[in-house]
């Protein structure tokens, strides 16, 4: 069985886009895109034996592709998500349940837990009154009356 030019842009197409797995720039996908676009128009009669088009037609579908998924690729990682673990305490509403002293640790609860805690602006707060958190400093919450 000979290997037609299809079959060859199919391939090349996959390994590209095996290649990306490996490697997620965004780079590989697009030139895996443009040698599948190929592939489906080598099949064509009027293409089947025009090599230099059929490049030529790669180049412009992995140009297309590139500019596409670059485009996707910024979005997708420039949105970076929630706050996990303690950081996505940060906001919340907590209530003081050992007073926290002037430039001392007092102690807050957040949801179901209770948390070390220290006041921003360096002011007592006194047990019961409502807090919001305002950072994470190691093991700490920075807290400031709400």
């Known amino acids: ?3 037609l030019a299809w079959h ?3 391939i090349l197409g996959i390994l590209f886009i095996i290649i990306e797995i490996f490697d997620p720039a965004f780079f590989f996908v697009s030139l895996g895109i443009g040698a599948i676009v190929t592939g489906l128009f080598a099949l064509l009669p009027s293409m089947k034996d025009n090599i230099l088009l059929q490049i030529f037609l790669f180049a412009i579908f992995s140009f297309i592709a590139f500019l596409f998924a ?7 990682l420039a949105n970076p998500g929630q706050e996990t673990n303690v950081y996505a305490l940060k906001g919340k509403f ?3 349940t050992t007073k926290i002293h002037t430039d001392d640790k007092g102690r807050v609860k957040v949801g179901g837990e209770e948390w070390v805690a220290i006041s921003e602006d360096n002011l007592p707060i006194d047990i019961g009154e409502k807090v919001v958190v305002m ?3 190691g093991n700490k919450l920075i807290v400031k009356k709400a």
Do not use: N, Q, S, T
């Open 1 to 3: 069985m000979e290997l």
């Open 94 to 96: 907590a209530f003081v």
């Open 70 to 76: 670059r485009k996707m690729g910024k979005k997708i």
């Open 135 to 137: 950072g994470i400093d």
């Open 8 to 10: 060859a842009w199919m």
